[in-house]
């Protein structure tokens, strides 16, 4: 069974901090990976993701994440933090090999001081 | 376009009341989901559907019921309200868009079960 594993679950930053935030997925085949965001009181909203081609993918607000197949990983960047960045980050696995489940990680809530 | 809309935003229940979440999109997406969301759970996926007629259980279905008469509603039915239902309900929708299989996410309905 697919399942995604994110080993921080709540990370404190001062503003202009770099950040980088872990998820590792079990699954074997060809998979769609993502990068959900949740600001305080809103729902997830996408924040970028991955199904194909080059690894390193880009998305809004600044943030990248890259892929690495043989670590089963996809980790979330972003070189430089802002106060607005606090918010609650889930990484999901889905729609892959033809189904459309999705699985969600346990999410990391970023707190970044001001 | 509205996108993923639900009500209400939120509710409290008395243990052993029923009621319905709605939720509707304007997408024309064939697939759409439930989920509860509980703190340090991440999002559990209770029912999803791939199209008008055809639904399926997911993680965590019991004490749920589900229908979808039309591509666009997706109700979630609680029959018999229990405490271990308090929770934040997500609604999302999938279109096949190429590859990228992202899900959009309704507002969420805030259930308090006493």
């Known amino acids: 069974a697919q399942s995604v594993s994110q080993h921080n679950h709540h990370v404190i930053l001062s503003e202009a901090a770099s950040l980088e935030l872990g998820c590792n997925y079990s699954y074997g085949g060809t998979v769609n990976l993502f990068w959900y965001v949740q600001y305080p009181g809103q729902h997830l909203q996408l924040l970028l993701k991955y199904f194909s081609g080059d690894p390193l993918v880009k998305g809004i607000k600044g943030f990248e994440a890259e892929f690495i197949k043989s670590k089963f990983s996809f980790n979330l960047r972003k070189p430089s933090v802002q106060w607005s960045d606090t918010a609650e980050y889930f990484c999901?696995?889905?729609?892959?090999?033809?189904?459309?489940?999705?699985?969600f990680g346990t999410g990391t809530r970023l707190k970044v001081l001001a | 376009n509205a996108g993923v809309t639900q009500t209400p935003k939120f509710r409290i229940l008395k243990i052993g009341q029923s009621m319905t979440l709605q939720c509707a999109q304007d997408m024309n997406h064939n697939y759409m989901y439930w989920y509860r969301q509980d703190p340090g759970m991440g999002l559990k996926l209770i029912y999803y559907s791939v199209g008008a007629g055809i639904t399926d259980k997911g993680e965590v279905p019991n004490g749920y019921n589900v229908s979808r008469s039309t591509t666009e509603d997706f109700p979630l039915r609680l029959e018999l309200a229990a405490p271990s239902q308090t929770s934040v309900y997500f609604c999302?929708?999938?279109?096949?868009?190429?590859?990228?299989?992202?899900?959009?996410f309704g507002p969420g309905t805030r259930l308090t079960v006493t």
């Open positions: 999901a696995v889905g729609g892959a090999s033809g189904t459309y489940k999705y699985i």
């Open positions: 999302a929708t999938t279109g096949e868009q190429g590859l990228t299989y992202e899900q959009y």
